[in-house]
């Protein structure tokens, strides 16, 4: 009897045994079949290139990835100044500063050339012509040739009258006068205001050249005009050959 037992005892030990081999082996197998279970999964999405080298590489500065601008480097926002306003504010503007002294007032009229700019230039329709009083010294004899405004507007002369010596006959004696001096600033005449221009000669006997023919009139066209005037030519003689005339001035003589 007892070495029946013992061989069944023997005989049943190995059972514990082939349990835990079994159970192994299952543990092994699921392992396994995990494994395989991935397969007929669609591969995941590869990184894009610049974020795997980045990812890849520890050293790599983060700042210098695409994409990501540097702060230091973006240029800072500037505001835009809000638009002055043009509307009244109910107080006056106070005008551009000017290089002209204070306390003088601008006065652009009261230059005769810029007022004669604008001033027309009178005609022979609306000037009357005389001879003024002559006079004389140290030899030479002059006479203000002078031009009176008739019309009811001002007009201004500037420059030189064209002038010449006519006979009885309305024949010109010798040469038309010279110009002397310099050219003077225009003149601007109002109604019933005159102007001058000076004749010269020299006195009788002061040169070797005779007189010419005593005139009757003066023939004179006023600086600028194509028109003539004439009047009386009084006791004016031109001699020694000296005829010569000067620029309109304001008055009736010097």
Known sequence: MMSERSRISRGSRPRPLLVALAATSALLLGACGGGDSDEGKSPPTPAPADAASTAGDPDADPASSPGTPDPADTPPVQSTPPAKSTAPTGEPTAPPASDQAPGRASTPASDPAQRSAATPRCTADHLALSLGRGDAG?????VPL???????????????????????SGERIGHPAKRSGSALPPVELAPGRHAYAALHTVARGLT???????AQRVNVYPPGSKQYLRAPARS???CGNTFDVSAVAPGKHP
Do not use: H, I, Q
Not at 138 to 142: F, I, L, S, V
Not at 146 to 168: E, K
């Open 146 to 168: 002078v031009f009176t405004n008739t019309g009811t507007t001002a007009c201004a002369l500037r420059g030189y009258p064209g002038v010449s010596m006519l006979d009885a």
């Open 138 to 142: 140290a030899g030479n004899r002059y």
């Open 208 to 214: 070797d050249k005779p007189c010419w023919p005593r």
């Open 236 to 238: 004016f003689e031109v």
